[in-house]
Structure formats: structure tokens, C-alpha cells
């Protein structure tokens, strides 16, 4: 069996071959009550920093949009990446204050 860069098949010479099912796809999204979700502080190339929000259980969709209603009430930019949203500097606080106030569970990992 051969991957490529993106660790998708190419070729495979078993006969009994099956896709692998993602089982990291959620179908729906817990509650805010119900989340654990944890708040990083990254420091970056050029000694930039990141807050990364990382345990979030649900659809891609729901996570995309707290992360923009997250960038929108910031002020900074950010994307979602393999289940975590990363936002542009250090925002922890503001993110804090929004994630107590629509009732979600947090922590602050690290320092």
C-alpha cells in the first residue's frame, strides 16, 4: 500500500482493502455546559503569539462558527486547524470572558 504526502492511498494490492472510516467526525455538538474545553498561550516563529482553544466535541461547522464569533468579538484574526481554533495574539482574556458568559467549560492550560 503506497500514501502520498497527504497520507491518502494510491495504491493498494490487497484485495480485501477498505477505506478507513474517520471516526474523528463528530454528528453533533455537545452542549457549552458539557464542553471541557482547554486555552493555550503558543509563542510562534518571530516570537508571535497564539491562543489555542483545543477539546471542543462537535461538527466542523459549529466550530468554525465559534471561531468566528471569537474573531469577530477580538478583533484578530484566526483559522481552525484539526479540531482547534488558533487566534492571533493573546486573547485570552476576551475569550475567557465570552466562553463563561454563553456557559461553557474552560481551563488555562499551561502557564
Not at 471569537?70 to 485570552?92: A, F, M, P, S, Y
Request: some cysteine; hydrophobic content about 25%.
Amino acid at each position: 500500500m503506497k500514501k502520498n504526502k497527504n497520507n491518502n492511498i494510491v495504491y493498494s494490492t490487497d484485495p480485501n482493502w477498505q477505506p478507513e472510516v474517520d471516526k474523528t467526525e463528530q454528528t453533533t455538538t455537545l452542549p457549552p455546559e458539557k464542553q471541557d474545553l482547554r486555552i493555550e498561550l503558543l509563542r510562534l516563529k518571530g516570537n508571535k503569539l497564539a491562543t489555542v482553544i483545543t477539546q471542543f466535541i462537535g461538527t466542523e461547522n459549529d466550530l468554525n462558527a465559534l471561531c468566528k464569533t471569537l474573531k469577530q468579538l477580538c478583533g484578530v484574526g484566526g483559522t481552525t486547524k484539526d479540531g482547534e481554533i488558533h487566534l492571533q495574539g493573546d486573547v485570552r482574556a476576551k475569550t475567557e470572558a465570552y466562553l463563561q458568559k454563553q456557559g461553557y467549560r474552560y481551563k488555562r492550560k499551561g502557564g
